[in-house]
């Protein structure tokens, strides 16, 4: 008898279990009319560059310029103001030292008499104390700010100088000296607490 090959080949697929025969290709091949093309390159990989270029109208490039300008004064003015803060809470806190150091005097009973070695180092420290105060250089506020608070500062501050006066005791100096030292300590840091006040309020306005 004579076997068609065509069939030999069909009867062993089926007699192959279902579960083991392969699974049907899907077609995944374009149209006949439609030519496949190469996917194009992701950017972003290792070696690429991207170059981006942007315009600006002027008037925009103007407004930026100045709002930079503006922020740079802002900048320097707040500079300004916490230098001058700062130098005069630190005159301030120096001259509570040094009526603390005359208060040891005027407190003292009974009082050291002229020759006391103890009277003599209290008013050394205090002039210790003061020359910190005269080595220190006081910014005045910029000029918004100096415009509004000049008055105050000028009687602070003499003309021509850049620091606080405060009142100079030899160690010889008597009860007396020791007493209008400290009631002017007490008129000169006032004047400071003023000074610092004025600045703050004149922010606010």
Not at 68 to 95: C, P, W, Y
Not at 98 to 125: C, Q, V, Y
Request: charged share 20%; net charge neutral.
């Amino acid at each position: 008898m004579k076997i068609d090959a065509a069939t030999t080949v069909l009867q062993a697929t089926l007699a192959i279990p279902a579960a083991a025969q392969p699974a049907p290709v899907a077609q995944t091949n374009p149209p006949d009319h439609q030519a496949r093309q190469p996917s194009p390159p992701i950017p972003g990989g290792a070696g690429d560059q991207i170059s981006v270029n942007i315009t600006v109208p002027k008037q925009t490039l103007d407004t930026i310029e100045k709002i930079s300008t503006v922020t740079d004064f802002l900048n320097s003015t707040a500079k300004n103001l916490r230098e001058t803060g700062t130098a005069l809470k630190q005159s301030s806190d120096l001259m509570t030292q040094m009526k603390t150091e005359l208060g040891k005097i005027i407190k003292n009973f009974p009082p050291f008499p002229p020759e006391s070695s103890e009277r003599r180092d209290i008013l050394m420290s205090y002039q210790a104390i003061r020359e910190q105060i005269d080595k220190m250089t006081i910014p005045p506020p910029p000029a918004p700010v100096y415009e509004r608070v000049q008055a105050i500062w000028k009687d602070l501050i003499p003309a021509g100088k850049d620091t606080i006066e405060t009142p100079a005791l030899s160690q010889n100096a008597s009860d007396t000296q020791v007493k209008q030292a400290d009631e002017q300590l007490t008129f000169t840091r006032v004047a400071v607490t003023q000074l610092r006040g004025a600045i703050g309020a004149s922010l606010q306005d």
